[in-house]
């Protein structure tokens, strides 16, 4: 009942929900995504459904912040987006722009996930051997929980894993080297071997 009491207040219009990463301690931007405000009293920036982080009085020009957000938020009263720096984990969930006037307009959503930089993988040669013609190598990668074991021999057997979040494991084989590749939405690190110094042909 409450849901639905709260449906009929706020008009959604044709907003979907934008997703958006942000690396832990970085600064995002959030716009309304719009060139035209519907008219308003107020217009607020929410993050989930309590904590109005600022709310803008159109008769008065005023602009009331949040006290946990002051120091670390920048409202333009022109473009009416908001700039949240500094981002930690618990600042994850969903920021919502409305203006209320009769009824409550929800502008905008997003859902901000605020994550890490990736773990650095590590390549393990198992064993690498000359085979005539070309270097064969048994390898595996390692990053967080994502294991990826594969053969090259010129280009590589197996090339990525995913995990159920946000991370992936990729490789990138060339006559060259192995690049394994530990990303995510924010970031990627990399660990990367080269074919010359895993087959040396012996006896030369
Ligand atoms: C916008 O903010 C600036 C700086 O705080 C202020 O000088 C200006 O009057 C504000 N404009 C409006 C339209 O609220
Ligand atoms: C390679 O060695 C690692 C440990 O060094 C092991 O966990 C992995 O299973 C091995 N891979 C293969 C294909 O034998
Ligand atoms: C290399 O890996 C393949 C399959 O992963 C396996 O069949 C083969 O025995 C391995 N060779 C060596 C020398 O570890
Ligand atoms: C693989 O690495 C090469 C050289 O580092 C790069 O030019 C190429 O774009 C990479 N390919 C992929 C799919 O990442
Ligand atoms: C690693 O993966 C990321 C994400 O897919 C990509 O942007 C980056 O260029 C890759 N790095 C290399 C060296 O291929
Ligand atoms: C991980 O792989 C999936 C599927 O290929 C892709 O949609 C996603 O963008 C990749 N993520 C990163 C961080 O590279």
């Given at each position: 009942?409450?849901?639905?009491?709260?449906?009929?207040?706020?008009?959604?219009?044709?907003?979907?929900?934008?997703?958006?990463?942000?690396?832990?301690?970085?600064?995002?931007?959030?716009?309304?995504?719009?060139?035209?405000?519907?008219?308003?009293?107020?217009?607020?920036?929410?993050?989930?459904?309590?904590?109005?982080?600022?709310?803008?009085?159109?008769?008065?020009?005023?602009?009331?912040?949040?006290?946990?957000?002051?120091?670390?938020?920048?409202?333009?009263?022109?473009?009416?987006?908001?700039?949240l720096k500094n981002m930690q984990k618990t600042d994850s969930?969903?920021?919502?722009?409305?203006?209320?006037?009769?009824?409550?307009?929800?502008?905008?959503?997003?859902?901000?996930?605020?994550?890490?930089?990736?773990?650095a993988p590590v390549l393990t040669v198992n064993s690498s051997w000359f085979d005539g013609n070309s270097c064969t190598v048994n390898f595996t990668c390692r990053a967080h929980d994502l294991i990826l074991n594969s053969m090259y021999s010129g280009k590589c057997s197996q090339k990525e894993v995913q995990s159920n979040g946000n991370n992936n494991l990729t490789l990138n084989c060339s006559q060259k080297s192995i690049i394994c590749n530990h990303s995510n939405p924010v970031s990627w690190k990399e660990d990367r071997k080269y074919i010359t110094q895993l087959c040396v042909i012996k006896g030369i």
């Amino acid at each position: 009942m409450l849901l639905l009491l709260f449906l009929l207040n706020v008009k959604t219009g044709f907003s979907a929900e934008i997703s958006v990463f942000v690396q832990t301690g970085a600064s995002i931007q959030l716009d309304i995504q719009t060139q035209e405000l519907p008219e308003f009293d107020d217009f607020s920036w929410k993050h989930d459904r309590s904590k109005i982080i600022v709310k803008y009085l159109s008769t008065s020009k005023v602009e009331r912040l949040h006290a946990s957000y002051k120091d670390r938020v920048d409202f333009n009263n022109k473009t009416f987006s908001l700039t949240l720096k500094n981002m930690q984990k618990t600042d994850s969930g969903l920021y919502r722009a409305i203006t209320a006037a009769e009824s409550d307009t929800n502008i905008v959503t997003y859902k901000v996930s605020v994550i890490d930089t990736v773990e650095a993988p590590v390549l393990t040669v198992n064993s690498s051997w000359f085979d005539g013609n070309s270097c064969t190598v048994n390898f595996t990668c390692r990053a967080h929980d994502l294991i990826l074991n594969s053969m090259y021999s010129g280009k590589c057997s197996q090339k990525e894993v995913q995990s159920n979040g946000n991370n992936n494991l990729t490789l990138n084989c060339s006559q060259k080297s192995i690049i394994c590749n530990h990303s995510n939405p924010v970031s990627w690190k990399e660990d990367r071997k080269y074919i010359t110094q895993l087959c040396v042909i012996k006896g030369i």
